[in-house]
């Protein structure tokens, strides 16, 4: 007769593994090795981790003038004084604006949108950041927009819908080169393939 055991963890350590299998690219068996990569190393990795965990929640602040997370408020990318501040990129998500700015290649600033246009979701132009992006392009001083939307269908219906709004002021107005495939978030893209689309932005309509 087979006899069945128990998964021998403890509730605290098994609802952290539950919370951990939450988290982009984990699943619950990722999340039950980290748990144990965790308990294991508790002084070098579990504890530094509960310190910067602690350090950031009590920090975290969304910048007013982009929309992106950071620790403070404007966040580290709009008070970069080196920043060029007549170009402005226009992404979908916070993670988006990581991505690009990992490739070191986009000088300017950014605006978050905070998600895209999507009547399938409910998803209407006054749910998102674009008030606030028109209002920034209206001060002046900006040169070119770039729209570097997602290349799915509801980003591609984002972008479009922005080139409409912003298709009266004084502005150079590109779009990513796909470069970036059908399909692709930015998130997931290396670097070589970032810089190739930016490099190769080109005007919109």
């Given at each position: ?53 602690e350090?950031?929640e ?51 600033k ?20 674009i ?66 689309a ?8």
């Amino acid at each position: 007769m087979r006899t069945s055991y128990a998964v021998m963890a403890s509730q605290e350590i098994d609802a952290l593994a539950q919370a951990l299998s939450r988290l982009p690219g984990l699943g619950p068996r990722s999340a039950r090795r980290v748990v144990l990569h965790l308990m294991k190393k508790r002084e070098t990795v579990l504890q530094p981790l509960l310190r910067a965990l602690e350090m950031v929640e009590d920090r975290l602040k969304n910048c007013d003038t982009c929309g992106n997370i950071d620790t403070t408020n404007p966040c580290g990318v709009c008070a970069d004084p080196r920043r060029d501040t007549r170009a402005l990129c226009v992404v979908e998500d916070v993670s988006d604006l990581w991505a690009l700015d990992r490739s070191r290649l986009f000088p300017g600033k950014y605006h978050v949108l905070g998600g895209k246009l999507s009547a399938l979701d409910g998803v209407r132009p006054e749910d998102l950041n674009i008030d606030r992006l028109i209002a920034r392009v209206a001060q002046g001083g900006i040169d070119e927009v770039v729209l570097a939307m997602n290349a799915t269908l509801e980003g591609q219906t984002t972008a479009h819908y922005l080139a409409e709004r912003l298709e009266n002021f004084p502005i150079r107005l590109t779009q990513l080169a796909h470069g970036v495939p059908v399909g692709g978030e930015l998130d997931y893209l290396d670097e070589g393939t970032l810089a190739q689309a930016l490099r190769a932005r080109r005007p919109v309509g």
